[in-house]
């Protein structure tokens, strides 16, 4: 069974580019224009891993992912956190409970990298935190 992803990004273009991408990748790609609906969507389709935006209307990415690490059954699921912010708004990411962090433009091919380094670590670890969170 292909891993589940979930994007969350308030921008059309970048949602459908990515998800077409990551079919390519052989992904079962959801997606969600923002943090509330992102939280439905996880709720429905428990995803390995969920790729978010920060800045979103409504529920905006940081908020998210702390309602995320703390609902029974998604706490541990392999977050991604993508900002045109800059490090700090990725750090704040990080400190609300993303497991990696990076700032836009990100490169299609290191994007892959980070994700199958991240899906890899939630199948081998099982349950919590890996610790390798970090900022690109």
């Known amino acids: 069974m292909p891993n589940k992803i979930l994007i969350v990004d308030d921008s059309d273009d970048t949602r459908e580019m990515m998800a077409k991408l990551l079919e390519l990748e052989a992904f079962t790609v959801f997606t969600a224009e923002d943090g509330n609906i992102g ?8 995803p390995n891993l969920i790729i978010t935006d920060i800045n979103m209307p409504n529920m905006n990415g940081i908020e998210m992912i702390r309602q995320l690490r703390s609902r029974p059954g998604l706490e541990r699921v392999r977050i991604m956190a993508i900002t045109a912010y800059g490090n ?15 700032t836009k433009p990100i490169q299609f091919s290191a994007l892959i990298v980070e994700i199958r380094e991240l899906l890899s670590q939630s199948k081998s670890l099982g349950s919590g935190k890996s610790g390798n969170n970090h900022a690109a």
């Open 39 to 46: 939280l439905k969507v996880a709720a429905e389709q428990h």
């Open 88 to 102: 700090g708004v990725a750090k704040e990411a990080l400190e609300a409970g993303a497991d990696r962090a990076a």
